[in-house]
């Protein structure tokens, strides 16, 4: 008797690693647009504005890197990474 081979369903497997760096690259790239947005306003605003957009230049960066790195978790949706299914025999 053969021993049966193991398949294993990947359905719920996470993107490419790729497309998933592209995906960080565009995020980090909107918030450091932002970022820029607010250094102008710090120029362009008066004062008492001027510093609420001082404060989202300063700050940004922070949170920039953090939901730039958001992602890529091991932790799935029903907790179980790899489904065992056993091929049938025929």
């Known amino acids: ?6 398949v294993f ?6 993107l490419a690693l790729t497309a998933d760096q ?3 690259q565009k995020r980090y790239f909107i918030s ?10 710090t120029v362009v605003l008066p004062s008492p504005y001027r510093w609420v957009a001082l404060a989202g230049a300063a700050g940004l960066p ?12 091991t932790i799935t949706r029903n ?3 790899i489904e065992e299914k056993p091929l049938a025999l025929d």
């Open 22 to 24: 592209s995906d960080r």
């Open 62 to 73: 922070y949170f920039a890197v953090v939901i730039a790195n958001a992602g890529r978790e």
């Open 9 to 14: 369903d990947i359905t719920n497997a996470p």
């Open 79 to 81: 907790n179980q990474i």
């Open 32 to 41: 450091m647009m932002v970022r820029t947005a607010c250094f102008v306003l």
């Open 1 to 6: 008797m053969a021993k049966a081979k193991k």
